[in-house]
């Protein structure tokens, strides 16, 4: 009865020590306030850099994507083109080991899509009027089973002979996703050297701010520890400061984030407009994975960097 | 209460601070280490608060030997143990009450018990009335006995007064000795470290001189004799 009475003693004076410890470290924010302000400042540079990064990754990726749907060959054949020779034609390209779809597009078909892409242009219309005949070829068009492979792709479908072929379409597309990959590449190593770069100043700025604030609280530390105050008394304020200053950080990027989001995301929506990719909706739906795990990175960085201050410091 | 066995204690490089010190000293007694500026006095402090650690021998504080103390011991250690010194160690932002209730709140006590046990050792010390002023507003001497009721709201068993009239004029002086005394007949151990030779004199206790980091002469009813 009388050990359970202390244990509830204790856990009352753990409580009461802790919110002591959590006053003591919103007032050294606010003491110290210019220090304060510079420290979440290079806090909010380094997040909105590992944000940008992510905005980089972001958007390539689904860049490649879109090229990589947009993947295919066409075949032209000849206008005169017997159905069978045709569809014979296509069993035997669909045959091939490369080869996801191929797609008959007639010359009907062909005509419409035509109109259809043309048809804010009226000179070009009234020139298919003025022809009075169909001018476009039937085609096949071939989509890739892998684009990785689209070198063998292409390498096969040169071998393929026939006479109703009139013409093969080989856009480089490979050499247009490696292109997005080197440029994706590129900017994500920057980032990730910018980002670097803010995370290692981070902790240095991070590092000085509770060494100052110790510095300046050196009084005060030193008659805590004569009257008797434990260790963990003195220096968990500076640790719950740096985790003061980490939330602090995380909040105002997310507060400065989000409306450079909507600044972007306009002309995002209008390069994948055929997509719907919406950058606002990406971060809304990863919202708390996205920030929560920048929280919890940037908290690991910051009291990793305040336990070296105040090991190294707090000995008054 | 308090003992040293051959107690030793160098400064790098070469600085012999104590050699073999042998001391005793039982509870409830009052008891004046003298000696000059330099000899060792603070040292002897240090080492019983556990602020230094001994390079030989062996200290015993209220049955605990506290020679190797663990650094997470040091607080609880520091609790038993009131401290008082020269410089008066307050915090200038706090009143008196709040420098007071500081030491309580440090160690985790509740609201409760230092609302009840600061106006104790507030009326302790006489300073019940000035209780909301801070320290830049009061003399010294009323300064030093802050200290004092800080020194004694975990109720210590061993207060222990490093040149507690350092700064102080011979009145106040005078008053913090007598509070000394004071705290002295309630039954704590009180270990005055001093050179002022009229407070020792006065004070026909024991007096411990202390000479180049040695234990030179051990009087029960002493004078300071240097």
């Given amino acids: 009865m009388i050990s359970k009475s202390v244990n509830i003693f204790y856990k009352f004076m753990f ?11 919103v007032q050294d924010v606010g003491r110290n306030i210019w220090l304060s302000i510079a420290t979440i400042t290079i806090l909010v540079l380094a997040l909105f850099s590992i944000n940008l990064l992510l905005v980089v990754k972001i958007i390539s990726s689904e860049t490649i994507q879109a090229v990589k749907e947009k993947i295919d060959v066409s075949l032209y054949l000849k206008s005169d083109s017997a159905e069978t020779e045709i569809v014979n034609l296509q069993s035997k390209i669909n045959a091939l080991s490369q080869v ?26 009234e020139a298919l009027i ?3 005949k169909n001018p476009l070829s039937p085609s096949l068009i071939v989509k890739p089973k892998d684009t990785n492979k689209y070198d063998e792709l292409i390498e096969s479908l040169v071998k393929v002979e026939d006479d109703i072929i009139e013409s093969k379409n080989f856009d480089d597309h490979k050499a247009m996703i490696t292109k997005i990959n080197l440029i994706a590449e590129k900017a994500s190593q920057a980032g990730l050297f910018i980002s670097a770069l803010f995370v290692i100043i981070m902790l240095l700025v991070v590092y000085n701010s509770i060494r100052v ?9 030193g008659i ?57 909706s990406f971060y809304n739906s990863n919202f708390f994975m996205i920030f929560g795990l920048e929280f919890l990175a940037a908290a690991f960085i910051n009291v990793l960097a305040s336990l070296i201050a105040v090991g190294k410091y707090s000995k008054v | 209460m308090i003992k040293l066995h051959n107690v030793s204690k160098l400064y790098e490089p070469d600085t012999r601070a104590l050699h073999e010190v ?16 330099g000899t060792g006095k603070t040292t002897l402090v240090k080492l019983l608060i556990g602020e230094e650690k001994v390079d030989g021998g062996k200290i015993v504080v209220g049955g605990w030997d506290i020679t190797n103390i663990a650094q997470p011991e040091i607080p609880i250690l520091r609790r038993q143990i009131g401290v008082v010194f020269q410089d008066f160690k307050l915090l200038n932002r706090k009143t008196l009450a709040e420098n007071v ?46 200290v004092i009721a800080r020194a004694l709201v975990h109720r210590p068993r061993i207060l222990l007064a490093d040149e507690p009239t350092g700064n102080l004029d011979s009145i106040n002086a005078d008053e913090i000795i007598e509070l000394l005394q004071k705290i002295n007949k309630f039954g704590t151990t009180v270990v005055l470290v001093t050179h002022n030779r009229d407070i020792v004199n006065k004070l026909r206790r024991r007096v411990i001189t202390v000479e180049d980091g ?8 002493g004078k300071y004799f240097l």
């Fill in chain 1, 130 to 132: 003025e022809l009075g």
């Fill in chain 2, 22 to 37: 042998n001391l005793h000293i039982k509870p409830g007694e009052f008891v004046s280490i003298v000696g000059q500026s």
């Fill in chain 1, 100 to 125: 996801k779809q191929v797609n008959y597009i007639s010359k009907a078909e062909a005509l419409e899509t035509f109109r259809i892409e043309h048809k804010n242009d009226p000179e070009i219309l």
């Fill in chain 1, 224 to 280: 805590m520890k004569l009257v008797g105050a434990s260790n963990w008394f003195i220096r968990a304020p500076y640790l719950v400061s740096s985790l003061v200053y980490t939330f602090i950080g995380v909040l105002i990027t997310i507060a400065l984030f989000y409306p450079f989001l909507g600044l972007l995301q306009p002309y995002l929506a209008s390069f994948f407009s055929d997509y719907g990719f919406n950058l606002i």
């Fill in chain 2, 214 to 221: 040695m234990l030179v002469n051990d009087q029960q009813v």
């Fill in chain 2, 101 to 146: 209730a500081f030491a309580l709140q440090v160690c985790g006590q509740p609201i409760k018990k230092i609302d009840s046990v600061v106006p104790q050792v507030m009326k302790i010390v006489g300073l019940e009335d000035k209780m909301h002023r801070y320290p830049q507003q009061i003399s010294g001497g009323e300064q030093q006995r802050v």
């Fill in chain 1, 213 to 221: 604030a110790i510095y300046t609280h050196k009084r005060e530390i």
């Fill in chain 1, 15 to 25: 409580i009461l020590s802790f919110l002591r410890v959590i006053k003591a470290s």
